[in-house]
């Protein structure tokens, strides 16, 4: 009995045969589920406005087609709320890429040492825990009440996912990696550009998706407590709170949140698009046989 290794043409042919990968289908009541959990929440909403609340006090909480004639139908107050989510997107926006910027490079500086790593992450987890609601008066008297003071709010809450995932991802690469790159006597650049941030989009890009949607709400807190300039929708969130317009508060409410599914949906169609699916679980391919690539025996 002999042992027959793959030639070169076998290879070739096997190359050459089409990979066809399953498509992951969508359950078909996904959308029925979406449909029927709107329906009772707004029924929740219209027993709670009817059935609960007395006339006199049925403005703490209005039926939901008084918010939709009043407000989101209502061209010019719904012109204002959008003007002020545009201000809150430019806000989050900028807050968003500076905590990008440093996060990663904060988190490679890290990965570069034990001893760094030691160093620097004592104090990336305590500028994340302490609550950002008492450093808000010390951001106003260093930075002032304005946009700028906004943005080091969106910076400072989306900073620290970033710095986490970075450094998880770097320091997670495969050992057996490293040793290639050991071979190849490549530089600590090389190895940090064509190894590491490659290996590590995937957790960095998850960061990404973690902090976008905590740049929203720092973007509204800091409308909030930063009102000089031009009103981002938590500046009118609090002015209606304030003025008791509570179709209008709960109209900008809702706006805020679609503002911030929209984000997060983006966030993470942009991370799927730009590292595939290699986060998500891996179906076998179909089209070939895979006991085609073991080795086959003959008779003698």
């Known amino acids: 009995m002999t042992i027959r290794l793959p030639t070169p043409g076998d290879v070739e042919s096997f190359n050459a045969r089409p ?15 979406a449909i029927s959990s709107c329906v009772v929440a707004l029924g929740i909403w219209y027993s709670v406005s009817y059935l609960v609340l007395t006339p ?20 010019e107050q719904l012109r204002i709320m959008l003007d002020a989510l545009w201000v809150t997107a430019r806000s989050a926006a900028l807050g968003l890429l500076i905590a990008a910027v440093v996060g990663v490079l904060v988190g490679a500086l890290m990965n570069q040492g034990r001893w760094i790593e030691r160093f620097m992450f004592p104090y990336a987890v305590a500028f994340h ?15 002032g009440f304005g946009a700028t003071s906004r943005v080091v709010v969106c910076a400072m809450i989306a900073l620290f996912p970033i710095i ?4 998880f991802g770097l320091s997670s690469v495969d050992r057996g990696l490293h040793e290639l790159f050991d071979l190849g006597r490549a530089s600590r650049l090389q190895r940090l550009l064509r190894l590491e941030l490659p290996s590590a989009m995937p957790a960095i890009l998850a960061g990404l998706q973690i902090a976008a949607g905590q740049a929203v709400v720092g973007a509204i807190i800091g409308d909030m407590f930063f009102a000089r300039g031009e009103p981002g929708i938590g500046t009118l969130i609090d002015v209606y709170r304030s003025q008791l317009r509570s179709t209008d508060l ?6 805020a949140s679609a503002f911030g599914i929209a984000v997060f949906n983006l966030s993470r169609f942009v991370a799927r698009r730009a590292v595939g699916r290699w986060h998500g679980p891996r179906e076998r391919p179909t089209g070939h046989n895979p006991s085609s690539r073991t080795q086959s025996e003959e008779p003698q």
Do not use: C, D, K, M
Request: proline residues 13%.
């Open 19 to 33: 990979v066809r990968f399953p498509r992951r289908r969508r359950p078909p009541g996904r959308f029925l589920t």
């Open 56 to 75: 006199q006090r049925r403005f703490l909480l209005p039926p939901p087609h008084q918010i939709l004639t009043r407000s989101l139908l209502n061209t």
């Open 129 to 143: 825990v302490v609550p950002i609601l008492a450093i808000v008066p010390l951001i106003g008297l260093w930075f």
């Open 164 to 167: 986490s995932n970075t450094h």
């Open 250 to 255: 709960i109209a900008a409410i809702l706006v």
